[in-house]
């Protein structure tokens, strides 16, 4: 399925359990596009949007629920990502880091913050913000995803705090690949349209 950047995406579903929340995302890199509520009779439907933050290229989109019986239901669809025609889009892309076992902002992190900050011009549209963050592996695993998603909302706070307005996608994703201080981070995009 071919789609465009900044665009939405249709979906739809039948048979799940009324009242319950759909939610879908995209798996690489790891966000959540939305969720959806189950309707009376089993079904849902909506549009999510697809963030500027997302670069060309070939994705896979999943969608997550509950059947009546409240098992997990999961549906995966490709998606081949172009270029919109009409719009340049830019992207700021940065990284920036925490001390061993603290959400709070380095002095070094918030210079990286406020310098990306600097590089939006005032003719941006359209400003999307994605923050994906990993934690240190650590013996104790308990709250990696609460740490990690504290930092990544860290980051957003302090984009907004700065001014920075517009669709927030933030994700918190638990023990990084890496060892030590280069799994500590937080990577942030800050995506925004300019009018050809």
Do not use: C, W
């Amino acid at each position: 399925m071919d789609a465009r950047t900044g665009t939405s995406l249709a979906v739809s579903g039948v048979s799940f359990e009324p009242g319950t929340e759909v939610k879908v995302y995209v798996l690489a890199p790891p966000m959540t596009l939305g969720t959806l509520t189950v309707n009376i009779d089993g079904t849902f439907s909506g549009r999510v949007s697809l963030p500027l933050t997302l670069t060309p290229g070939s994705y896979t989109v999943q969608v997550n629920g509950y059947s009546r019986n409240m098992s997990l239901r999961s549906a995966s669809l490709g998606i081949g990502l172009q270029s919109s025609a009409q719009t340049v889009v830019k992207r700021i892309k940065r990284t920036v880091y925490f001390d061993r076992m603290s959400s709070r902002l380095t002095a070094r992190s918030k210079k990286v913050i406020a310098a990306a900050v600097r590089q939006i011009p005032r003719s941006a549209t359209n400003v999307t913000v994605q923050m994906v963050d990993y934690v240190q592996r650590e013996d104790h695993r308990a709250n990696d995803f609460i740490l990690s998603a504290k930092r990544a909302k860290i980051v957003g706070s302090s984009l907004k705090a700065k001014g920075v307005k517009g669709r927030y996608y933030e994700s918190g994703r638990g023990r990084g690949q890496q060892t030590g201080s280069k799994a500590r981070r937080t990577e942030f995009v800050i995506a925004y349209t300019i009018k050809r």
